[in-house]
């Protein structure tokens, strides 16, 4: 499907200058998506601009029934929105729903919002006066996505700008304009005013950086890599924005020696090679006790030669193609870091996955898994974003926990025992955004703050009540009803 544009309530397709869509599974162009430019992009926050105001002034409980509408559009168009997913980025027919899902969950948990917006009221130091906080909305918010969660991450961002009374201009992947398109048209369905929902193709270097540059866009959240994420937070410092990262991970499950091995093999797969490993919280990194680490290096090598690669949308398969050229390239040279780094051991996968001859055009790769390596190994800090994952031996929980902690990242931790203790300390010890206990590193819901520390993030949080934040000012109103001058700090 050819992806579109929407300026102020009006759809465009691609014109002369525009960008190919490719399959990932084949290789092959399946359609094209305009490519903006910075006078687009300027049309489209002019557009947002002018519908703010009265967006702004409908009563949020009604702009939360346009989501639900919107959701409820979306479970009538999940198959085909699923479908989509899967053929701009290659994601698993179950993976790809999911995707789907989260957007749904998103518009229900975002429409309740609409009721709720919680501030807070407070006793004041002084007799006769109240004290509350409200949250206003910013203004126009600009929005940048990446293309592994194509309908998922615009919800994740969009939803909460909208119930808080922002306008959107939504700038994503290149890759995936027609999952985008689909998400908006939803949105549209639903009843959203022109203008209050804007969608730009192109370029991240000519629609994104002009998105990042304007003026009159006070808040950027954006989701992506960190050589980008920090390119937009340097263009858009001067200005003062409000400006949210969601940059890479590099995940660590830790396995203690009492862990029930079977679950543990299966929670490192589904985490590894789940999306083909092309997820933030993907689990690239695997420590594991004396006791257990033989075993399990044994049984997820053997896991991850069992998965079954092919075209995202065919019953059984596990796990699909990587999204571009470029990402198999990047895959293929970490493998051969990895041979060259000292002591690791290939232990499954490693080349170009074999597939059907319809699919030989595709970007497939064997899940991969590397033995023996150690902390600072590349392939142990650096994410890769692919299905490739690494296996660690330590001695005790303290040595796990030191790993675990131990890259530029902070994004999402997993433990597997069946300890309390330990799972309780390593809840608390671990340096990041999210901590599974019990399970990998996926699996995140919408109704709690999403979001990492250190090198993965800058502070913020999508999704939960977290998610409003920032997407408002916090507006503080004291309201003496005393009938004189009383001096706060002053008047005791
Ligand atoms: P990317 O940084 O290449 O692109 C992300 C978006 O930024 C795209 O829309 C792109 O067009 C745009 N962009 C590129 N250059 C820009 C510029 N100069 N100014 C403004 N916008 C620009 O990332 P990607 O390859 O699409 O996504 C993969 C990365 O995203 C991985 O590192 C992954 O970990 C990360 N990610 C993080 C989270 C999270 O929540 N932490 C979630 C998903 C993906």
């Not at 091995?261 to 933030?280: D, H, K, M, N, P």
């Not at 309201?479 to 001058?485: A, E, T």
Request: proline residues 5%.
């Amino acid at each position: 499907m050819d992806a579109k544009n929407l300026v102020g309530g009006t759809w465009s397709g691609p014109k002369a200058r525009s960008l190919p869509i490719i399959d990932p599974a084949t290789g092959k162009t399946i359609g094209k998506a305009p490519r903006s430019s910075a006078k687009d992009v300027a049309a489209a926050v002019d557009a947002a601009k002018q519908a703010q105001r009265a967006w702004g002034a409908v009563p949020a409980p009604r702009r939360g029934e346009i989501l639900f509408k919107a959701a409820r559009v979306m479970e009538g168009r999940k198959q085909e929105l699923g479908r989509l997913v899967c053929s701009e980025m290659g994601k698993v027919k179950a993976e790809a729903l999911g995707d789907v899902q989260e957007a749904i969950d998103m518009a229900y948990y975002m429409a309740a919002e609409g009721r709720r917006l919680f501030g807070q009221t407070t006793p004041s130091e002084l007799p006769n006066k109240l004290c509350m906080t409200l949250r206003e909305p910013v203004g126009v918010c600009g929005l940048i996505t990446p293309w592994n969660f194509p309908v998922a991450i615009p919800s994740w961002k969009s939803l909460p700008a909208l119930v808080a009374g922002n306008s959107v201009v939504i700038k994503p992947s290149e890759e995936t304009g027609g999952c985008a398109t689909a998400y908006v048209e939803c949105l549209v369905e639903a009843g959203i005013p022109d203008g209050v929902v804007n969608l730009v193709h192109g370029t991240g270097e000519e629609a994104g950086a002009a998105l990042v540059a304007h003026p009159d866009v006070p808040v950027i959240s954006f989701t992506g890599s960190n050589a980008t994420g920090r390119a937009v937070s340097q263009a858009a410092a001067p200005m003062l924005k409000h400006v949210h990262l969601e940059l890479g991970g590099k995940n660590g499950i830790v396995v203690l020696d009492d862990a029930d091995l079977e679950f543990a093999v299966r929670a490192i797969l589904w985490s590894a090679y789940g999306t083909t490993g092309q997820r933030c919280t993907a689990g690239s990194r695997v420590i594991a006790t004396r006791g257990i680490y033989d075993r399990l290096v044994e049984r997820v090598a053997a896991g991850a030669e069992a998965l079954k690669v092919g075209h995202g949308w065919t019953e059984g398969v596990e796990v699909g193609p990587l999204v571009r050229p470029a990402a198999l390239k990047k895959v293929e040279h970490y493998v051969q870091v990895g041979l060259r780094e000292d002591k690791a051991r290939l232990v499954a996968g490693g080349k170009r996955a074999r597939v059907p001859a319809a699919l030989k055009g595709g970007f497939f790769h064997e899940p991969t898994v590397f033995a023996d390596v150690t902390p600072s190994m590349r392939i142990a800090q650096e994410e890769i974003f692919g299905p490739v994952t690494a296996l660690m031996r330590v001695d005790d929980l303290d040595e796990a926990i030191e790993v675990h902690n131990g890259t530029p990242y902070g994004l999402s931790g997993a433990i597997i025992t069946r300890n309390l203790a330990h799972a309780m300390k390593a809840m608390r010890a671990f340096k990041t955004g999210i901590v599974y206990v019990h399970n990998g590193t996926i699996g995140a819901e919408v109704h709690l703050p999403f979001g990492g520390i250190k090198g993965t993030g800058n502070g913020h949080r999508e999704a939960g009540i977290a998610g409003l934040d920032l997407f408002t000012e916090w507006k503080t109103v004291y309201v003496d009803y005393s009938g004189g001058l009383q001096r706060a700090q002053i008047d005791r």
